[in-house]
């Protein structure tokens, strides 16, 4: 696994992931915590709900197939109570039911596949570099002006 380049690390985020497949679950959050994430698990989309409406999370990773609630009522529960938080829906289904960003709500689409664990890891540092943010720069122009009003 690879770690963001130099200047490019991503701060630890809380990460809500929800899956009813535990041996699923169990690699996932193996997988964010050695990327130094804090992870909270949940097994369905109630438990799910009740997990976001306590904490705050940086992101939301959710399976699309689960009992009672699926991973778009998930999303669509939870863009209610926060449209900011970034989401990544994985699915084994993504591509036989044209799961997409632009019809899932989520953010990235992953399906589940061989490369998973690469296009999850690669989605989790974009969509978290895409919601820090970004520290203003100190212009060297108004260090110049200062010591200049100041003298």
Known sequence: MKAPAAGQ???PARILLVDDNRLGLIARRSVLEELGHRITTASEGAEALDEFSRGKFDLLITDYKMPRMNGLELIRKVRE?????PV?????????????EANSGADAVI????????HLVR?????????????????????AKTRAQAG
């Not at 399906?111 to 690469?118: M, N």
């Open 9 to 11: 690390a991503i701060p």
């Open 123 to 143: 989605n989790v540092n974009r969509l978290l570099r895409r919601a820090t943010p970004k520290k203003p720069m100190a212009s060297h122009g108004s260090k």
């Open 81 to 85: 109570l926060d449209s900011k938080v």
């Open 88 to 100: 990544i829906l994985i699915s084994g289904y993504a591509e036989a039911l044209g799961l997409t």
């Open 111 to 118: 399906p589940k596949s061989a490369h998973e664990v690469q």
